[in-house]
Antibody
Framework: QVQLVESGGGVVQPGGSLRLSCAASGFAFSAYDMYWVRQAPGKGLEWVAVVSYDGRSKYYSESVRGRSTISRDNSRSTLYLQMVSLRDADTAVYYC????????WGQGTLVTVSS | DIQMTQSPSTLSASVGDRVTITCRASQNINSWLAWHQQKPGKAPKLLIYKASSLESGVPSRFSGSGSGTEFTLTISSLQPDDFATYYCQQYNGYLLSFGGGTKVEV
């Protein structure tokens, strides 16, 4: 059974940093592009970043570009999102998801940026 | 960037109703469109991909149609479990984008 489990969320001060993780199991992780999607409280879904199956290609939304780094460790079947210079607007539930049409989602991890 | 426009933003319906949600893309995305269902406090769930392909395990009352820039999600007979928010999502390339969502309520 496919499973995606996010961790690393929490409360962080404006300007702070955080690293989110997504542990994958039940499928050949190294064969799939992986995505981060976020959802601010009471708002819709927003694509954040993508990394190709081999880690060579990475793309970011304009809202996080320059402040975020997506990476993966295929030997550990784990996806990461490093975020720095966090802002109030980054407060959201962060989901990892598999492949471009997002056929599997994790349960999400809440990031709260607040002083 | 490709903008996705969904309508309506809220839809009032009753059990047994036929429900249609529309999604429009700002440029041609062929059939690279998915629909997701989200319930409060839960992760989204894939319903439809490639505009009209039903994801495994999804009830057949859900169907999708369209290509190019105009797409629809139809629920043929609304069930109690279907009251939720629905999002369209384009995947014409690595950069994804979502519609604003349609909340289906009583």
């Amino acid at each position: 059974q496919v499973q995606l489990v996010e961790s690393g969320g929490g409360v962080v001060q404006p300007g702070g940093s955080l690293r989110l993780s997504c542990a994958a199991s039940g499928f050949a992780f190294s064969a799939y592009d992986m995505y981060w999607v976020r959802q601010a409280p009471g708002k819709g879904l927003e694509w954040v970043a993508v990394v190709s199956y081999d880690g060579r290609s990475k793309y970011y939304s304009e809202s996080v570009r320059g402040r975020s780094t997506i990476s993966r460790d295929n030997s550990r079947s784990t996806l990461y999102l490093q975020m720095v210079s966090l802002r109030d607007a980054d407060t959201a539930v962060y989901y990892c998801a598999r492949r471009n049409y997002l056929d599997w989602w994790g349960q999400g991890t809440l990031v709260t940026v607040s002083s | 960037d490709i903008q996705m426009t969904q309508s309506p933003s809220t839809l009032s319906a009753s059990v047994g109703d036929r429900v249609t949600i529309t999604c429009r893309a700002s440029q041609n995305i062929n059939s690279w469109l998915a629909w997701h269902q989200q319930k409060p406090g839960k992760a989204p769930k894939l319903l439809i991909y490639k505009a009209s392909s039903l994801e495994s395990g999804v009830p057949s009352r859900f169907s999708g149609s369209g290509s190019g820039t105009e797409f629809t999600l139809t629920i043929s007979s609304l069930q109690p479990d279907d009251f939720a928010t629905y999002y369209c999502q384009q995947y014409n390339g690595y950069l994804l984008s979502f519609g604003g969502g349609t909340k289906v309520e009583v």
